[in-house]
């Protein structure tokens, strides 16, 4: 018998939720890498599909959503993800309490989503059933997976980076599902340059945002969109908080950098299988799949950076990925958007560092400006050459870190592991204080939004 689970593809903002099965599904809702942490009892029919007013309906929709996204990637990619976590499954919990947010947290080994009231609308809204909020969780998972130095990384863009390829992730899945193929079909007939829902990603979970907020904080009716112009500046030089249509340095923000330059390179994709003679969903739908399978190729050994980065040596690693894994066939697409969005002129050549060459960068933090944390030692993993100049760069980013509240201050008896690690505005914190034999040495918190 085909079992078959609650799913929405996209919101409920968006269209009603349907059903999906689920690859590779064991008898107990886990897939052999990923599991439900929550009992979910089937219907009498052996089915999981629930009205959404079953308390059982977010747990099924968040769960079929990320054992998709998981198996979807690992087909892609021809590959095993062996996660993080070490541990064999990735763990799913579908509502972990009262927030408008989710998370990926590598030391409880899994992905968290939660509920909160629309402030307009006075409706629940779960970020579990939004399959584009859960896939992008589950690309944090996966790229913390191939790529574990990024999440403990103090630079802007590794971070930056994470968060866009969970929405490249989800966008490419998105173009997978046939009814978000109708739908963006009908929007744009084919071309990705006018709106459309595949590139508005999380839209119910943007605007109950905005409600709360009180105003437009994301930019419009989504969490975040694919489809914008901005240009590469200097991360360090970026303001920690900026309006929606400007960057900022606070990663989400920043991601979209990426995020924009990427989806250009799916729209020229898309363009290139129209004039092949494909009809609209086929150039859709075959755009995704190239967009996935690019990130994949991305992330063999030897081409994405190991240690911290900046987006232009992974402009240059994803250009090489394509030439040596994809004979070059969008090489001169990806040079041409990185070039026209600043993030790799071709005044800067493409002659990479060795992304292999990774090395420790440690700092002891000394001055006013670090408050209760000067004295405190600080270190990450960078790709690329060494020089003094990486440790004045940690020193100013955790000052930067430290100012906006994003490290956890501890007590020498306080274990991290035990510590609420999320802060008062429904972030988390990028650091912690771990006390090691009366040392105190600022670590990375490995979770992320
Ligand atoms: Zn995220």
């Known amino acids: 018998m085909v079992i078959v689970f609650s799913h929405n593809p996209q ?14 599904l064991n008898s107990n ?12 009892e089937p219907n009498p029919d052996g089915h999981y599909v629930y009205a959404e007013e079953d308390d059982r309906f977010t747990a099924a929709c ?7 996204a998981v198996a979807a990637t690992e087909e892609s990619w021809g590959e095993s993800i062996q996660w993080a976590t070490r541990r064999e499954k990735l763990a799913v919990i579908p509502d972990a309490g009262q927030d408008l947010n989710a998370y990926y947290m590598r030391a409880r080994g899994g992905v968290f989503f939660f509920h909160d009231t629309d402030k307009l609308t006075g409706e629940t809204v779960y970020s579990g059933r939004s399959s584009e909020v859960t896939s992008h969780e589950a690309f944090h998972a996966i790229l913390d997976a191939k790529r574990p130095e990024y999440l403990g990384s103090w630079d802007p863009d ?18 997978q599902n046939e009814r978000v193929l109708d739908l963006v079909a009908r ?6 340059s006018k709106p459309n829902a595949a590139a508005a990603l999380g839209e119910e979970l943007g605007l109950a945002i ?26 360090d030089t970026l303001p920690s908080e900026a309006p929606a249509d400007q960057l900022s340095s606070e990663p989400h923000s920043l991601s979209r950098l990426w995020t924009g330059a990427m989806y250009e390179v799916l729209t020229g994709i898309v363009n290139g299988n129209l004039e092949r003679g494909l009809d609209v969903k086929s150039a859709l739908r075959a755009g995704g799949e190239e967009l996935l399978k690019m990130q994949g190729r991305l992330l063999q050994p030897g ?14 690693a994803l250009i090489c990925s394509e030439n040596e894994l994809n004979g070059g066939k969008y090489s001169a697409l990806i040079a041409q958007v990185m070039e026209r969005r600043l993030i790799l002129p071709q005044s800067a050549g493409l002659l990479a560092p060795d992304p292999g060459a990774v090395h420790s960068v440690t700092v002891t933090l000394e001055g006013e400006q670090f408050g209760p944390f000067a004295g405190m030692e600080v270190s990450h993993k960078v790709s690329g050459d060494r020089g003094s100049v990486l440790e004045n760069r940690l020193a100013q980013n955790l000052a930067r870190l430290i100012a906006n ?40 918190t490995y979770v992320i939004g």
Do not use: C
């Open 405 to 444: 509240g994003e490290i956890l201050l501890t007590l020498p008896n306080q274990d991290p592991s035990r510590l609420n690690l999320i802060k008062a505005d429904g972030e988390p914190y990028r650091g912690v204080v771990r006390w090691t034999g009366g040392k105190p040495v600022i670590e990375p």
């Open 158 to 175: 590794p971070v930056a980076f994470h968060e866009s390829m969970g929405d490249i992730g989800a966008l490419a899945l998105a173009l």
């Open 303 to 316: 081409m994405a950076p190991e240690g911290s980065f900046r987006f232009q040596d992974m402009a240059r």
């Open 210 to 235: 905005n409600h709360k907020a009180g105003h437009n904080v994301t930019g419009g009716a989504w969490t975040r969109n694919a489809i914008n112009n901005f240009t590469w500046v200097d991360p």
């Open 62 to 68: 968040a769960f079929a959503s990320i054992a998709n």
């Open 187 to 192: 929007q744009t007939g084919g071309d990705l």
């Open 29 to 40: 809702v886990s897939t052999d890498k990923v599991w439900l942490s929550a009992r979910l």
């Open 11 to 24: 919101d409920r903002t968006v269209f009603a939720a349907g059903t999906t099965t689920v690859a590779k």
